[in-house]
């Protein structure tokens, strides 16, 4: 099963950006679709992105769409979030995740394989 570190969380003033990785170990990353998740203080974890495993396909949250990125370099097991125009709501632990199965209803229940232990980040206002 896949390993998964993240990091490049921080504290960013609203309208700010800022890049989130998340590394993968194992020799299969390519075969795995991977995303994104965040959990706000006193929320509930909430969906926010996931790219099949060839990166030609993408799903987001329509909170963070037109604004966050998601892309892969499977040369580097790793997946980034670009993130910008950041809002104060965008607050939260952001925890990277990997299934070998790319289905929006799925990623969206958070029923996966892999997760990693989340990176926080912080927009002030």
């Known amino acids: 099963q896949v390993q998964l570190v993240e990091s490049g969380g921080g504290l960013v003033q609203a309208g700010g950006s800022l890049r989130l990785s998340c590394a993968a170990s194992g020799r299969t990353f390519s075969s795995y679709a991977m995303g994104w998740f965040r959990q706000a203080p006193g929320k509930e974890r909430e969906f926010v992105v996931v790219?099949?495993?060839?990166?030609?396909?993408?799903y987001y949250a329509d909170s963070v769409k037109g604004r966050f990125t998601i892309s892969r370099d499977n040369a580097k097991n790793t997946v980034y979030l670009q993130m910008n125009s950041l809002k104060p709501e965008d607050t939260a632990v952001y925890y990277c995740?990997?299934?070998?199965?790319?289905?929006?209803?799925?990623?969206?229940?958070?029923?996966?394989?892999?997760w990693g232990q989340g990176t926080r980040v912080t927009v002030s206002s």
């Open positions: 790219i099949h495993w060839s990166g030609g396909s993408t």
């Open positions: 995740a990997a299934d070998r199965r790319y289905l929006v209803a799925q990623w969206t229940q958070g029923l996966l394989d892999a």
